[in-house]
């Protein structure tokens, strides 16, 4: 019975990736897409690795998911890859995780380059090491003309930290004069968060089986569509996140209207 499910589970809804993809881009493609990528550890517990080797695996996932959701024409994608409470884990994975970013761009940016793919960033910048930073702003340079798939990284991101900090700011503006209280809306107040001029996401996946935000983009995420799956990250497939879309497709969204 547990064979005949796993089975069941691994079986694509239609034979042909290519096909189902096809018919994806005839309908509404959502213009943002976010996910948290989650179960790295416990895909390299599963095999006797250390966790460090379940993130490594889970950067060549990131690779493959970028490159489809730029073909299916996607306009965002952002991808929740360090939070602000992940320093609390051991020293030797967070740097490990800081030296992601130079590995993953150090192999990939003339691909994403030749993809017309434009790297931004959301997070606290402060408090990254130098290296990892560096990394992260040559590609934001590099392909700051871009005009296809913003391939926007949440690192050293909290939801709850960028909005006290937008708050701080909204403050400030108001005492310098720069903004009236009377002023602030919704909108005004958006344009203070980090995701300003990003849209909000309207697709968000988590992955790993863990139904939760974990602190990321509470603010965005009030009318997203969710879509979650037990399947570790370093295992998410293209099947799996086409699934995502023909899902989300057949999806009906009201915002609050009949
Ligand atoms: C997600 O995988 C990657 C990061 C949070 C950086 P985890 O490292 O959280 O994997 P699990 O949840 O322990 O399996
Ligand atoms: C969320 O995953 C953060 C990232 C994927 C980067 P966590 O694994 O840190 O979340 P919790 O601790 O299970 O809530
Ligand atoms: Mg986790």
């Not at 024409?73 to 020293?91: D, H, M, V």
């Amino acid at each position: 019975m547990i064979n005949k499910l796993k089975l069941w589970k691994k079986q694509p809804q239609s034979s042909n990736l290519q096909e189902r993809m096809t018919l994806i881009k005839e309908q509404q493609i959502p213009s943002h897409v976010a996910i948290i990528m989650d179960g790295n550890g416990r895909w390299a517990k599963k095999r006797a690795l250390p966790r460090v080797a379940g993130h490594h695996e889970g950067m060549k996932v990131v690779r493959k998911i970028t490159k489809l959701a730029n073909e299916l024409g996607i306009q965002a994608l952002t991808l929740y890859a360090f939070s602000t409470e992940n320093w609390k884990r051991p020293k030797l994975e967070v740097d490990y995780l800081m030296k992601l970013p130079e590995e993953f761009l150090g192999s990939f940016l003339p691909e994403l380059i030749e993809e017309n793919v434009k790297v931004t960033m959301i997070g606290e910048k402060e408090n990254l090491p130098s290296h990892t930073l560096k990394a992260i702003e040559k590609a934001m340079v590099d392909t700051k003309d871009n005009t296809g798939l913003v391939l926007n990284f949440a690192l050293n991101y909290g939801s709850r930290a960028e909005m006290v900090s937008a708050m701080k700011q909204v403050m400030i503006d108001c005492e310098a004069g720069v903004l009236d209280v009377e002023e602030i809306t919704e909108e005004t107040f958006a344009n203070y968060l980090m995701t300003k001029g990003l849209g909000d996401p309207d697709l968000l996946i988590r992955t790993s089986g863990e139904i939760r935000l974990s602190n990321f983009m509470l603010w965005q995420l009030a009318y997203t569509e969710f879509w979650f799956t037990d399947v570790l990250w370093p295992d998410f497939a293209e099947e799996h996140f086409v699934q995502a879309m023909e899902d989300y497709q057949n999806r009906q969204r009201r915002f609050g209207g009949v």
